[in-house]
């Protein structure tokens, strides 16, 4: 199956420090990345759908101002959550997908904790 | 939106039993149904999908079925195995506003096999 490469896979950041996660896919093209965030035990949670060139759509409940999500090019989407607090510590992940009705392909998801 | 229902949340079979997991989603349009199998610590892997112009798919001790017009799509595995345990989820797409689409997730299913 196609690759998708997420970085870095854990991070540690002090409280109102701003942190990058990034999310590629390495050999297609994916029209659409998806970012989600995973409490431990509990589902995929999605935050927002980001399309090449394209604003993100967030979920409802998302604040967009403090999960930025950048989506510059059909193989690389950025999500940064800034001035980030303890309770933001999670386990983000996201997807990437080239149709609609195809695999989306998961990055190896990134465990920030926030201290 | 798309609401996707996943029951039940934790299942435990014996070595060798058939395990069922059932999910009804809620947008008539949706046309995709991944089932997504998570271990421990890992990215969620795709181990099946169905489209809706078919209504079940099979693929060695795996199949799926869907029911479109009572919108629910079931994951069966036979013969488990200890290393079936996992956390499954379904998933179904969705329009997310014009041509963008997005996968909405049930809250998974906890499967132990037990040897």
């Known amino acids: 199956g196609a690759v998708v490469s997420q970085h870095p896979s854990w991070v540690i950041c002090k409280s109102g420090t701003s942190v990058k996660i990034e999310c590629r896919s390495l050999?297609?093209?994916?029209?659409?990345m998806f970012w989600y965030r995973q409490f431990p035990k509990q589902s995929l949670m999605l935050m927002a759908t980001?399309?090449?060139?394209?604003?993100?759509?967030?979920e409802q409940g998302v604040e967009k101002d403090k999960f930025l999500i950048n989506h510059a090019s059909l193989t690389l989407s950025t999500l940064t959550v800034t001035s980030a607090h303890p309770e933001d510590s999670s386990f983000y992940i996201c997807?990437?997908?080239?149709?609609?009705?195809?695999?989306?392909?998961f990055g190896q998801g990134t465990r920030l904790t926030v201290v | 939106g798309e609401n996707v229902e996943q029951h039940p949340s934790t299942l435990s079979v014996q070595e060798g039993d058939s395990a069922v997991i059932k999910c009804t989603y809620s947008d008539s349009a949706s046309n995709y149904f991944p089932w997504y199998k998570q271990e421990l610590g890992k990215r969620p892997q795709l181990i099946i999908d169905i489209r809706s112009n078919v209504g079940e798919k099979k693929d060695q001790r795996i199949a799926v079925t869907l029911n479109k017009t009572a919108k629910h799509f079931s994951l069966h595995i036979t013969e488990t195995q200890p290393e079936d345990s996992a956390v499954y989820f379904c998933a179904a797409n969705s329009n997310s506003g014009g041509s963008n689409y997005k996968l909405t997730f049930g809250k998974g299913t906890l499967l132990t096999v037990n040897p």
């Open positions: 050999d297609f093209q994916a029209t659409t």
């Open positions: 997807s990437a997908s080239g149709r609609s009705d195809t695999e989306a392909f």
């Open positions: 980001s399309n090449e060139g394209s604003k993100a759509t967030y």
